[in-house]
T-cell receptor
Framework: QKEVEQDPGPLSVPEGAIVSLNCTYSNSAFQYFMWYRQYSRKGPELLMYTYSSGNKEDGRFTAQVDKSSKYISLFIRDSQPSDSATYLCAPSRGDTGRRALTFGSGTRLQVQP | DVKVTQSSRYLVKRTGEKVFLECVQDMDHENMFWYRQDPGLGLRLIYFSYDVKMKEKGDIPEGYSVSREKKERFSLILESASTNQTSMYLC???????????????FGSGTRLTVV
C-alpha cells in the first residue's frame, strides 16, 4: 500500500463549481497536511496546510483533515479557470527529523470557462 | 521570499553523457531535495541532503549521484544518461531549524531533461 494515495483525475468542472480533491494516507504519525498547487511547466508551490484534524479556510480554499479515517480534502469554492492545475497532497510528521516528504501523485483539475 | 533556482529549464543530452543539474537556494535552508516527476508516477525522491557534504538516498537513487559542497547548492549528477532518465527534475529546499517551517518546501521551476 502506498503511503499516500490520490486520484490522478483529470477532473473537469465548469467555472463556479465547488471542487473536492481528496487523499488518503496510511501513516498515523502524520501531523501536518499540506496541499501544493502545480501549474503546467512549473514547480509545485505550497497552497495551504493544516495541523492535526479539523478545517482551515483561506479565501476560496478549505483544507479538511479527518485523522480517524486518514482522509484529507481540499475544497475550492467558486472555481475559476485560473485554478486549473495539478494539486498534490503531502502529509508530514512535522518534526525536524531528517526525512523527506512523500507526495500524492497529484490530481489534475481543469476548470472550464 | 525563498528562491530556489535551477540552472536550466530545458536540456537535451545524448545517451551516455554525464549530466549535471544545478540547484541554488538563497535562504540558508539546511535541507535540499531532488525529485523527478513523471506522468502517472508523481514526484519520486532521488536524493536529499540535510547538511553540507551529507546525503541520503531517496526512493530511486540508481543511476544518480549528488554533491553538496556548499549549503546553498545541491547538484544532481547523471553518471551516464539513459533514455529512461528523460523526465522533469525538481529541486526543493526547506528549513530544519525554524519550528513549523520544516513542512514547507520551496520548489524550483524544474528542469525538463530529454535524453536521446
Amino acid at each position: 500500500q502506498k503511503e499516500v494515495e490520490q486520484d490522478p483525475g483529470p477532473l473537469s468542472v465548469p467555472e463556479g463549481a465547488i471542487v473536492s480533491l481528496n487523499c488518503t494516507y496510511s501513516n498515523s504519525a502524520f501531523q501536518y497536511f499540506m496541499w501544493y498547487r502545480q501549474y503546467s511547466r512549473k514547480g509545485p508551490e505550497l497552497l495551504m496546510y493544516t495541523y492535526s484534524s479539523g478545517n482551515k479556510e483561506d479565501g476560496r480554499f478549505t483544507a479538511q483533515v479527518d485523522k480517524s479515517s486518514k482522509y484529507i480534502s481540499l475544497f475550492i469554492r467558486d472555481s475559476q479557470p485560473s485554478d486549473s492545475a495539478t494539486y498534490l497532497c503531502a502529509p508530514s510528521r512535522g518534526d525536524t527529523g531528517r526525512r523527506a516528504l512523500t507526495f500524492g501523485s497529484g490530481t489534475r483539475l481543469q476548470v472550464q470557462p | 521570499d525563498v528562491k530556489v533556482t535551477q540552472s536550466s529549464r530545458y536540456l537535451v543530452k545524448r545517451t551516455g553523457e554525464k549530466v549535471f543539474l544545478e540547484c541554488v537556494q538563497d535562504m540558508d535552508h539546511e535541507n535540499m531535495f531532488w525529485y523527478r516527476q513523471d506522468p502517472g508516477l508523481g514526484l519520486r525522491l532521488i536524493y536529499f541532503s540535510y547538511d553540507v557534504k551529507m546525503k541520503e538516498k531517496g526512493d530511486i537513487p540508481e543511476g544518480y549521484s549528488v554533491s553538496r559542497e556548499k549549503k546553498e547548492r545541491f547538484s544532481l549528477i547523471l553518471e551516464s544518461a539513459s533514455t529512461n532518465q528523460t523526465s522533469m527534475y525538481l529541486c526543493a529546499s526547506s528549513s530544519m531549524t525554524v519550528k513549523g517551517s520544516h513542512y514547507g518546501y520551496t520548489f524550483g521551476s524544474g528542469t525538463r531533461l530529454t535524453v536521446v
